[in-house]
């Protein structure tokens, strides 16, 4: 380890650059992922569908975090994260260049390649960005948590953002205008980074092997578990479900009706996205991380985990007993998936925490990167199956779903660490 942790102001001036190259990143990605689930359900795209666009990008998730972790130790997160960045402006180009009189289910599997290109740049540029806290961060005080915290809640309101700019883009200036503008702001943010370069956080080990990429900690694999279905539950709800839901009840199909139920649907994401943002800036001092220990921090984990899976069940009695078209069903939706918000801030965040805790700067991008591996799988299935449920079950089957996988998520969090 060359760098100091403490009082070191390029360090720290590093770390400002590289969370203002994922917030930027992070913008592009919210509003892409609205932009071609709204564009293709326009088109006609069925639930089940609409899910298989997005496949892929998770998929790419779940294979670039084993990856990434093992490429960064090799040749440098500055590496990954230019490539994770080159590879968003690929992915821009060729999504622009869609065209509308292509077949549609050409149109499909073009756009979901490039939603795998995507989904490999984002998880290179998150591995590399998360990767340089564990350097940058100051020991005292339990800053760790404080700044994982930040990056990560930052990065969501900024994604948020993203979710809201690309539905009501989609309803103004278009598809092609609204892809045009975020490839212009990408091809900016990368070349202000080739000129100004942020310093390599010094974790690089050219004999990493690939047999490391599998972790031996209990703790990690553990927490991988959990995370894997933490997020499966978040997005067996969110990616497909919940959207076309709102959908159905603001719109008749009707140019008009689209623009405000476009408008309506990406405030709501952009919201949801966004409160969860700042609630897992603020996670530290709700958890009063600085007066416990490693030890009871992960006790609060399996409790807070079973407080959100609460959530998801009584929203599934409440989809059962009244009818779903309600204006009052609807409103006690809304509420309960911005309570969900919150909840589930504090999970990821107490999370995000301990993953680097449990780590060693000598296996940190290994580690978040095999951790990030299972955060990809669970959006995978849960991807998979908010269109599944959504399809064969609607509402009330989606946020089942999500409720089991809390319930599993709960159980697997058992650590080893003795108290202090």
């Known amino acids: 380890m060359t760098l100091s942790k403490q009082g070191d102001q390029k360090a720290f001036r590093s770390y400002i650059m590289i969370t203002g190259v994922y917030w930027a990143f992070m913008l592009t990605d919210g509003a892409l992922r609205m932009l071609i689930l709204l564009h293709f359900h326009i088109l006609g795209f069925s639930p089940i569908q609409l899910a298989y666009l997005f496949l892929l990008y998770e998929l790419a998730g779940v294979i670039t975090n084993l990856l990434a972790g093992w490429i ?27 065209d509308s009189s292509w077949d549609l289910r050409f149109s499909a599997l073009y756009a979901s390649i490039i939603q795998g290109i995507s989904g490999i740049a984002k998880d290179l540029t998150k ?127 009707s140019a008009q ?23 897992q800036i603020v996670a530290p001092r709700i958890l009063k991380a600085k007066q416990i220990s490693l030890h009871q921090l992960t006790h609060k984990a399996r409790k807070w985990a079973l407080i959100l899976a609460l959530i998801p069940l009584t929203l599934t009695t409440l989809a059962l007993l009244l009818p779903q078209q309600n204006l009052w069903f609807a409103s006690f939706l809304t509420f309960g ?66 409720t089991i996988a809390l319930f599993i998520s709960a159980i697997c969090l058992k650590f080893d660490i003795p108290p202090h």
């Open 127 to 253: 591995m590399s960005s998360k990767s340089a806290v564990k350097v940058f961060a100051p020991d005292e005080n339990n800053s760790l948590f404080k700044w994982v915290a930040f990056l990560t809640g930052s990065k969501n309101m900024i994604k948020g953002l993203g979710y809201f700019l690309g539905a009501a883009l989609l309803g103004t200036i278009g598809f092609k205008g609204t892809i045009l503008g975020m490839g212009i702001l990408l091809m900016m943010i990368f070349t202000s980074l080739l000129i100004d370069r942020p310093i390599e956080p010094i974790l690089t080990s050219k004999k990493a092997k690939f047999k490391e990429l599998f972790s031996r900690s209990r703790n990690v694999n553990t927490l991988s578990c959990a995370r894997m279905f933490l997020f499966g539950a978040r997005d067996i709800w969110f990616v497909v479900g919940i959207p076309i839901y709102f959908y159905s009840i603001l719109s008749d199909g």
């Open 72 to 98: 960064a130790s090799r040749l440098g997160l500055m590496f990954t994260l230019y490539l994770g960045i080159s590879l968003q402006i690929i992915a821009l180009i060729a999504l622009f260049n869609l």
């Open 337 to 402: 998936l911005l309570l969900f918000g919150i909840i589930f801030a504090i999970n990821s965040s107490l999370h995000s925490y301990l993953i680097l805790a449990f780590t060693q700067n000598t296996r940190v991008t290994l580690d978040v990167g095999f951790y990030y591996m299972s955060n990809a799988a669970g959006r995978l299935f849960g991807t998979l199956l908010s269109g599944l449920l959504y399809q064969f079950g609607g509402l009330s089957l989606i946020l089942c779903g999500a």
């Open 257 to 279: 009706e689209n623009r405000a139920a476009f408008f309506i649907i990406g405030s709501f994401m952009a919201s949801w996205i966004m409160l969860y943002g700042a609630i």
